[in-house]
């Protein structure tokens, strides 16, 4: 399981940093994104990091945000800086990880937690 923390009300210019845990029986985890969803819009990719810690961003958030692993926490991070309305959304954690050696990859949600850029 994903659990998403980290959100809340930021004015603009301001910065936020957002969490993901993820939990229970996991053997290894491949990539871990975040994505986000505005109001009215379709869900988007914000930023990936990958095991071997290769990351990729957005257009729209290059040199803003940063996305981090603790591997040994089994946690993803996403630093957002120079927050712009914009980036008002509901910001998703995912990733693709095997609960034992033997299993197929899984693909897990967390629950999304909301950001708004506002003043």
């Known amino acids: 399981q994903l659990q998403a923390s980290g959100g809340g009300l930021v004015q603009p210019g301001g910065s936020l940093r957002l969490s993901c845990a993820a939990s229970?029986?996991?053997?290894?985890?491949?990539?871990m994104l975040w994505y986000r969803q505005a109001p009215g819009k379709q869900r988007e990719l914000v930023a990936a990091?990958?095991?071997?810690?290769?990351?990729n961003y957005a257009d729209s958030v290059k040199g803003r945000f940063t996305i981090s692993r603790d591997y040994a926490k089994n946690t993803v991070y996403l630093r957002m800086n120079s927050l712009k309305p914009e980036d008002t959304a509901v910001y998703y954690c995912?990733?693709?990880?095997?609960?034992?050696?033997?299993?197929?990859?899984?693909?897990?949600w967390g629950q999304g937690t909301l950001v708004t850029v506002s003043s």
């Open positions: 990091i990958t095991s071997g810690g290769g990351t």
């Open positions: 229970g029986i996991i053997d290894r985890i491949r990539a």
């Open positions: 995912n990733a693709d990880l095997r609960p034992h050696y033997w299993s197929f990859w899984e693909d897990h």
